[in-house]
């Protein structure tokens, strides 16, 4: 069963970069044509899609967001990771990672971590 | 850039049928499916490829997709299926999710 797990920072301060990481466990990032997923939801709000990885370290990023984003893999720790910069209040969310079957869908999410941005 | 359209809430008695829409400029042109979130925990997928249930999803959830709109129908619904639902689909390479719809049972 495959298990991910975001971790970071619970408290960014504006204009700074948030940093999370997504530890997937229970097989092999690199196995299967499967992108990694980051996906926000602010409170009382709905999902947003950040953008995506593949293990080849191809890319896609919302287009809303892409000029902040960078999304990186490290496969020897079993991890991707999400770096949004010059944050504001409106990127306090809660953050999910999650396994992405392309073209498909999102079948395996993480628990979720809130980051909130404020000084 | 593209959007996807659902009611703001929907209501449905326990045992009758609830319908959830999802709209878009040709929807059904594309791979819709669902994910159900309760309150503080991740979403989890319900439907995918328009009509397909994971395992585990009971056989009262099922979907279709045509036209401009994707629907998420529960049959005999219980309240345990109180929750919000969210289509998402793929334009090109990216990701589109739903505003979401508030299903309450009562």
């Known amino acids: 069963q495959v298990q991910l797990q975001e971790s970071g920072p619970g408290l960014v301060k504006p204009s700074q970069t948030l940093s999370l990481t997504c530890t997937v466990s229970g097989g092999s990032i690199s196995s299967g044509s499967y992108y990694w997923s980051w996906i926000r939801q602010p409170a009382g709000k709905g999902l947003e899609w950040i953008g995506r990885?593949?293990?080849?370290?191809?890319?896609n990023y919302n287009p809303s967001l892409k000029s902040r984003v960078t999304i990186s893999v490290d496969t020897s720790k079993n991890q991707f990771s999400l770096k949004l910069s010059s944050v504001t209040a409106a990127d306090t969310a809660v953050y999910y990672c999650?396994?992405?079957?392309?073209?498909?869908?999102?079948?395996?999410w993480g628990q979720g971590t809130l980051v909130t941005v404020s000084s | 850039s593209y959007e996807l359209t659902q009611p703001p809430s929907v209501s449905v008695s326990p045992g009758q049928t609830a319908s959830i829409t999802c709209s878009g400029d040709?929807?059904?042109?594309?791979?819709a499916c669902w994910y159900q979130q309760k309150p503080g925990q991740s979403p989890v997928l319900v439907i995918y490829q328009d009509s397909k249930r994971p395992s585990g999803i009971p056989e009262r959830f099922s979907g279709s997709n045509s036209g401009n709109t994707a629907t998420l129908t529960i049959s005999g619904t219980q309240a345990m299926d109180e929750a919000d639902y969210y289509c998402?689909?793929?334009?090109?390479?990216?990701?589109?999710f739903g505003g979401g719809t508030k299903l309450t049972v009562l």
């Open positions: 999650a396994r992405d079957v392309p073209g498909i869908a999102f079948d395996y």
């Open positions: 040709k929807l059904g042109d594309k791979y």
């Open positions: 998402q689909a793929w334009d090109s390479a990216l990701g589109v």
């Open positions: 990885i593949y293990t080849s370290g191809s890319t």
